[in-house]
Nanobody
Framework: QVQLVESGGGLVQPGGSLRLSCVASGNISSVYSMAWYRQVTGKQREFVAQANKAGSLTYIDFVKGRFTISRDNVKNTVSLQMNDLNPEYTATYYC??????????WGEGTLVTVSS
């Protein structure tokens, strides 16, 4: 079982940046996929970005050019650097680990609020 703990959320002004981190309880080097999702209040959780163990990075279109996902298999962390934020990015951000297709674990989430 993989336990995930997110951190780094908070209140940021429009145009600002935040860096989210997700620490896994075990070694993630063999984990098929580490990803970030987000959930806006009242809406379904949606995919944001993924880093698979082969090094391939995937982003949903609305974060391309603003967000960067990085995965550190030594520190067992996956991070999400978020730049040039605006209120549309306000959401709870969740870390997801997929050890292999069909199995997955979620963190508890970290709230990001973009507001002046």
């Amino acid at each position: 079982q993989v336990q995930l703990v997110e951190s780094g959320g908070g209140l940021v002004q429009p145009g600002g940046s935040l860096r989210l981190s997700c620490v896994a309880s075990g070694n993630i080097s063999s984990v098929y996929s580490m990803a970030w999702y987000r959930q806006v209040t009242g809406k379904q959780r949606e995919f944001v970005a993924q880093a698979n163990k082969a090094g391939s990075l995937t982003y949903i279109d609305f974060v391309k050019g603003r967000f960067t996902i990085s995965r550190d298999n030594v520190k067992n962390t996956v991070s999400l650097q978020m730049n040039d934020l605006n209120p549309e990015y306000t959401a709870t951000y969740y870390c997801k680990a997929v050890p292999f297709p069909g199995a997955y674990y979620w963190g508890e989430g970290t709230l990001v609020t973009v507001s002046s």
